[in-house]
């Protein structure tokens, strides 16, 4: 057990927080006793996710795009900045959407963080660093993107993210940081995101082939959610303003995370294979020196630990 750092916040504000990693993060905060107002437009998440954070003292749930201005309450002392769609299949869909939300959205986001003199935190991500010509990514590697192909709309709206969050910090002095996440599994994935992980659980769980892109030989490193938001909130806790990775250095191929979930579900799905989408990474691992030199963390959850969860965790979905 690794012990990363942590801070009692007031209250905190969660962009993004009726989505997959924003309300696990919403439930930890409010587990150490911090107000939470979530901020949510729905677009890509669910009130679902939030449905037992509802009536708990201190919660409060405003729905509204952060593209526009919105209502954070009083005392705040924390700005999360998660909102953003997030699986290709999503920002693919809403492609506008996506690069105003990391535009306008992180600078309404970075405005509230200077009107309440709080800690911002921006939710950036390992596609910053595109299809990497560096292998595992460590902070200081520039990245490979296409500014132009169909994942750019994503990869770009995050590396202006990260530009003006940097600028807003040296200009006006608001207290910044900002997470590079690597992907992150578990519980509350929707089935039809498009990610692999959840494709796989449910494709495994109903006996259909696992559709693996490619040849399979392509790699991510994932990580369970409960890792990451424990990395976020050490992050947060820090006065570090990064960029710093938090992912688990773990790597496996996709036709190898295939074989692993047919084997954690006991399905008798087979593979078969379709073609890899434009631009797809060949290859992706976090080097993460910096978070474990400065946050004190590291990864606790195992894959083949944290995957037989989320197998669980869909199975009892399925059967409610
Ligand atoms: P998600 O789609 O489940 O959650 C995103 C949330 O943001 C949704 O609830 C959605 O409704 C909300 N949202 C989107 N645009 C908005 C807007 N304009 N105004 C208000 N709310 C808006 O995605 P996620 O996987 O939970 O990702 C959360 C954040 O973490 C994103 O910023 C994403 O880029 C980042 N991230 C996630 C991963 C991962 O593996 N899950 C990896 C890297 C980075």
Redo the contacts with the bound molecule.
């Keep these: 057990m690794n012990a990363a750092l942590s801070r009692n916040w007031k209250h905190a504000v969660v962009?993004?927080?009726?989505?997959?990693?924003?309300?696990h993060l919403c439930t930890a905060l409010l587990g150490q006793g911090t107000a939470v107002t979530c901020?949510?437009?729905?677009?890509?998440?669910?009130h679902e996710?939030v449905a037992h954070l509802r009536g708990m003292p201190g919660f409060r749930f405003v729905e509204?795009?952060?593209?526009e201005s919105?209502e954070t309450g009083r005392d705040v002392d924390l700005v999360l900045?998660?909102?953003?769609?997030?699986?290709p299949a999503?920002y693919l869909r809403?492609p506008l959407?996506?690069l105003?939300?990391g535009s306008l959205?992180t600078r309404n986001a970075l405005l509230a963080a200077r009107a309440a003199g709080a800690r911002f935190v921006l939710?950036?991500?390992?596609?910053v660093y595109g299809d990497p010509l560096e292998h595992p990514q460590s902070e200081d590697y520039w990245g490979n993107v296409n500014p132009v192909g169909p994942r750019s709309v994503?990869d770009e709206a995050?590396r202006f993210g990260e530009a003006m969050t940097t600028a807003e910090a040296g200009t006006h002095g608001t207290d910044t940081g900002i997470v590079?996440?690597?992907?992150?599994?578990g519980p509350?994935?929707?089935g039809h995101?498009g990610?692999a992980v959840p494709t796989f659980i449910r494709q495994a769980l109903a006996g259909e082939p696992l559709t693996v892109t490619g040849d399979g030989r392509q790699t991510r490193s994932l990580?369970h959610?409960d890792d990451?938001v424990r990395g976020i909130l050490a992050a947060a806790a820090s006065d570090l303003r990064g960029p710093v990775n938090i992912g688990n250095p773990a790597e496996i191929t996709m036709l190898g995370l295939a074989h692993l979930i047919i084997e954690l579900t006991g399905s008798r799905s087979g593979v078969r294979y379709i073609e890899r989408p434009t631009d797809d990474p060949a290859v992706r691992c976090p080097d993460i020196t910096m978070a474990r030199g400065k946050l004190q963390w590291e990864p606790e959850v195992a894959p083949r630990d944290g995957l037989a969860r989320t197998v669980d965790w869909f199975r009892r979905r399925q059967a409610a």
Aim: with cysteine.
């Design positions: 962009t993004g927080g009726a989505g997959f990693v924003g309300s901020v949510d437009d729905l677009s890509t998440g669910a996710n509204a795009d952060v593209t919105f900045h998660f909102a953003s769609p997030a699986s999503d809403l959407h996506t105003d939300t959205g939710a950036s991500t390992s596609e994503y995050k590079r996440l690597f992907n992150t599994y509350r994935m929707r995101d990610r990580c959610v990451t």
